[in-house]
C-alpha cells in the first residue's frame, strides 16, 4: 500500500458525476487535505470509450477496469458506473484485493448491499454509498450513525427529481402527464426511456437501501411493491387540492410487526400541511419518525453531477480519515432475510374517482358497495359531464387495502358506473 498520507483513488466510471467527483477534488484540494491530513492523488480512470474527450490526462484513462480494481499500488475505487454488471463484479474484486470502495450505484446496493458490506467488514475496509440514495443529500450517514439508537417507525421520501418535477409541472400548470414528460424530456430532466424514473425503479432500490440501514435487513426487491406515475392526470391533481392535498411519488418503509415490514413505492396523497408536500421541482426529501427523535426532514438536491460528487467526496473523505488514523473500516454491516408485509394487509384511506352515468340512485348504489365491505366514504366531489355521463371522486375513511380492492370490484360491475378512473392511498 501506499504512504497513508498520500491517497492513491481509481475511478470506475466518468460521466456525469465521475468528471463531477474529479473536478471536486481538484478545485477543493486544500479544503480536503486541511480535512484528512491527505494527498489525495487520482491515479487510474476506467472508462468503456477511450476515444471520448474527457477532463482528465489521457494518461490515466484506461478501459481495463480489472487493472484498475487488482492494481496493489491504488487504495480507494471510486465506482461510478451504476447498473449491476460489471459494477458488482469489479468492487468484489476490489474488496478481495483490499480496496476501500465508494459507490453512487443504488441498484447494486438494493441488490447486493449485505453480501458486500460483509465483504467490506470481514476485510477491514469501507464500502460507503452515501450517494446511491438522495444524491447530495446526507441521509445515509445520519441513518447509521446520530440517528443509530432510534427505532425507525417510518419514513417516507421523494426519492426521485424526475417525477418530483413530473408531479410539481402538472400541479401548477394543470398539465397532463404526457405533456410534461415530453417537456422533461427537452429539458434534460427526463431520460429518452424513462422507465427507471417514472414507474418507479429508481425510488424502489431508493428505499430498499433505506430500509435496510432503519432495520436491519435487506428487503428482497422482490417484496418490493412498486408502481408509478403513468396514471396521474391533471383532474386528480384538480381533486386532490380540493380535498386538501398533493400528490406526490413516495418510497416509504415501516414496521409491520416484529422483525417485519412494509416497504412500497407509489404516488401517494399527503396533506397540504405536511413537510414533503412541498418539495417542489427536481428537489427530494426523505423524511422519518423514530422513537425519540420525532418527526425529522433531509431536503436537497436528488441528482446531478454537483450533488452526487458532494457525497461521493464526502465519502471518500471518511475513508480517508480512516485510513490516515491507521484505523479497520467502519462499514456497517446488515443481514439479509427481511419478512415483508403484504400490501394487501395496508390500511389507510384512499382517493377514488370514476366515471357514472348522470341518473338517480347512482351515489346511493356506490356507497351500498362499498359499505357491504366495511370501506366508509368521508369525502365526495361531483361534477355533470357531456354526453350523460357524471364524474365522482370520494376519499374514504381508512379501511384495509384488501377490502377496498374488493370494494373497488363491485363497484366497477355497476350498471351506473362506466369506468374506475382512477385511485390514489393517502399518507397523513
Not at 454509498?129 to 417516507?156: R, S, T, Y
Not at 380540493?242 to 416497504?263: A, H, M, S
Request: negative net charge; charged residues 25%; proline residues 3%.
Amino acid at each position: 500500500m501506499a504512504d497513508m498520507r498520500n491517497i492513491r483513488v481509481g475511478f470506475l466510471g466518468f460521466g456525469t458525476v465521475g468528471e463531477g467527483t474529479y473536478r471536486m477534488l481538484v478545485d477543493n484540494a486544500a479544503e480536503v487535505f486541511a480535512k484528512t491530513s491527505a494527498q489525495i492523488e487520482v491515479v487510474r480512470v476506467g472508462v468503456r470509450d477511450l476515444e471520448k474527450v474527457r477532463a482528465v490526462a489521457p494518461g490515466l484513462v484506461t478501459n481495463d477496469l480489472r487493472s484498475i480494481v487488482t492494481d496493489p499500488n491504488i487504495d480507494v475505487v471510486l465506482e461510478l458506473m451504476g447498473g449491476e454488471e460489471p459494477a458488482g463484479e469489479m468492487v468484489q474484486l476490489a474488496l478481495e484485493h483490499g480496496k476501500h470502495v465508494v459507490t453512487a450505484n443504488k441498484e447494486l446496493i438494493a441488490k447486493h448491499g449485505s453480501r458486500l458490506i460483509n465483504l467490506a467488514k470481514d476485510s477491514g475496509l469501507d464500502l460507503h454509498f452515501e450517494a446511491a440514495v438522495g444524491g447530495g443529500i446526507p441521509v445515509v450517514q445520519p441513518l447509521k450513525h446520530q440517528l443509530a439508537g432510534n427505532d425507525v417507525i417510518k419514513m417516507m421520501g421523494i426519492l426521485n427529481g424526475t417525477t418530483n418535477f413530473i408531479l410539481t409541472k402538472m400541479e401548477d400548470e394543470g398539465a397532463d402527464f404526457g405533456e410534461v414528460l415530453a417537456e422533461a424530456q427537452k429539458l434534460g430532466y427526463a431520460e429518452a426511456d424513462p422507465t427507471a424514473d417514472v414507474d418507479g425503479f429508481d425510488t424502489m432500490y431508493k428505499i430498499s437501501i433505506l430500509a435496510a440501514i432503519c432495520f436491519g435487513k435487506q428487503i428482497p426487491l422482490v417484496d418490493v411493491h412498486r408502481e408509478g406515475i403513468r396514471a396521474i392526470s391533471a383532474s386528480d391533481m384538480k381533486y386532490a387540492k380540493q380535498f386538501g392535498y398533493k400528490v406526490k411519488l413516495l418510497g416509504i418503509c415501516e414496521e409491520t410487526g416484529e422483525d417485519e415490514v412494509l416497504v412500497r413505492v407509489h404516488p401517494a396523497l399527503i396533506p397540504l400541511d405536511h413537510q414533503l408536500s412541498s418539495v417542489k421541482g427536481v428537489y427530494n426529501a426523505v423524511w422519518l419518525h423514530g422513537d425519540f427523535v420525532g418527526d425529522l426532514m433531509f431536503s436537497g438536491r436528488g441528482a446531478g453531477a454537483d450533488p452526487t460528487a458532494s457525497a461521493v467526496v464526502g465519502d471518500l473523505i471518511d475513508v480517508v480519515r480512516t485510513m490516515v488514523a491507521s484505523g479497520n473500516g467502519s462499514a456497517i454491516p446488515y443481514g439479509e432475510g427481511m419478512k415483508v408485509s403484504k400490501m394487501s394487509d395496508l390500511e389507510t384511506r384512499y382517493y377514488v374517482r370514476f366515471e357514472v352515468m348522470d341518473q338517480p340512485g347512482t351515489l346511493g348504489e356506490i356507497a351500498t358497495a362499498f359499505s357491504k365491505w366495511q370501506v366508509g366514504l368521508a369525502q365526495m366531489e361531483m361534477i355533470t359531464k357531456v354526453g350523460g355521463k357524471g364524474e365522482i371522486a370520494f376519499m374514504t375513511h381508512v379501511c384495509r387495502e384488501f377490502d377496498f380492492a374488493s370494494a373497488l370490484t363491485d363497484v366497477s360491475n355497476l350498471s351506473s358506473v362506466a369506468k374506475v378512473e382512477n385511485w390514489i392511498r393517502v399518507e397523513e
